[in-house]
């Protein structure tokens, strides 16, 4: 197959971005480069402006506990899914070795990544996350910019979209979508729906721990398939869904009645 | 400006049980709401004609609750500085954001969309509720739509 990626990645270590960028090799597609934003200063205010005390767990989880965070009761966890799949790749810098381009960037946005993209004239950009694309980037993404996103679209756009939805009750909208991204926050054309039903004990950090395996799953099906022809993106209007936010710990705790009570 | 507390619907005033010191108002229908164009333009008047009209839904008030929503959500952190623009004082400042926080509330109360709930638990962190009749109308509607949850 001789298609040819470039992966954006929101840390180099990061067990989503390794994973997916091992199993799309492993699908003979070809890594061009992966741009991975740096950890600074001005990245933890503006994300700590959006996210919150949700950041410092974010970091917490992803940097500090690591491996150690899936030590719960839920299986279907991604570091499973890396056993079962046998992924080895656990920092995106092993991949200069098989000759891919390894950028660390402060901005992901900035004049010098554009020009790069420009450069490889690729087929197409995935994403792994690292905030907002800008349409300087999009316009030099190949066919675009595919992303896994945590929530049923085009309903639940934004963020905590898990959470959103079982607030509202609405337990059969929760699930993953893959999409282009453009310039409104995940309102690009759908590629993949796919729902996960809930089981009976969940919490919010179960579902979330069971959707790391599934996002990488379908990412990486969805760049292969669409690469092949295979599948179509569909447009999504903007009044069909809202964009939600970061949710509050009063209603964040609303929502853990509501998931705690809905066999009740 | 006025520091008096508002609210527009005697609905709203039975249910909460609000006493007689928070007076109903009407506006009229004379007001005309200008175009949404950014928030650093928006003044007290707004948010109050805004506030009045919430019963009867209007194409212009839903751009402006999304565009208010909007920039509060990703502002949020700088509110403060945001508000010093326009109001130098504490005074001025504050009620502008216990307005904005009942127009939030009231909003969520007649559209459901809990995003204006949530928006509005996170600005009334924000504020100091320095004017008790405001601020026992705002924590009596807000805890009324929780317990609605």
Known sequence: MDKKVIIISPNPSSLYTTSVCELLMRHGIQIQAVFVKKFSLNRFKDEFSRDGVKLLKKIWKKLVLRNRAYQDDEKDNILNFRKKHKISLSNISELEKHGVDVFSVDNLNSQFVESKFQSYNTDLVVFTGGGLIRENILKFSGAGIINCHMGILPMYRGMDVIEWAVLNEDFDNIGVTLHFMEKGVDTGDILKIRKVPLKERDTIKNIRTRFEPVMVEELVAVVFDFLNHKIKPVKQEIIDGKQFFVISNPLLEKCKVKLANRLK | ?149
């Not at chain 2, 508002?6 to 709401?33: Q, R, Y």
């Not at chain 2, 405001?134 to 929780?146: G, I, P, T």
Request: net charge positive; proline share 1%; charged share 30%.
């Open chain 2, 1 to 149: 400006m006025s520091f008096n507390c508002k609210i527009f619907d005697s609905e709203l005033h039975d249910i909460l049980k609000l006493p007689k010191s928070i007076e109903l108002t009407d506006l009229g229908t004379n007001s005309i709401l200008r175009d949404y164009s950014k928030f650093k333009f928006i003044r007290l008047n707004d948010i109050i004609l805004l506030r009045s009209r919430l019963q009867e839904e209007r194409k212009s008030e839903g751009v402006w609750s999304e565009r208010i929503l909007r920039f509060l959500e990703v502002r949020m952190i700088n509110i403060n500085e945001s508000l010093k623009l326009n109001y130098m004082s504490v005074k001025e400042r504050e009620v502008f954001k216990e307005n904005l926080i009942s127009f939030l509330l009231e909003l969520y109360y007649y559209n459901h969309d809990i995003r204006f709930l949530n928006t509005a638990i996170k600005l009334n962190k924000k504020a100091k509720n320095i004017h008790a009749d405001h601020k026992l109308y705002n924590s009596k509607l807000m805890e009324y739509l929780m317990n609605r949850i």
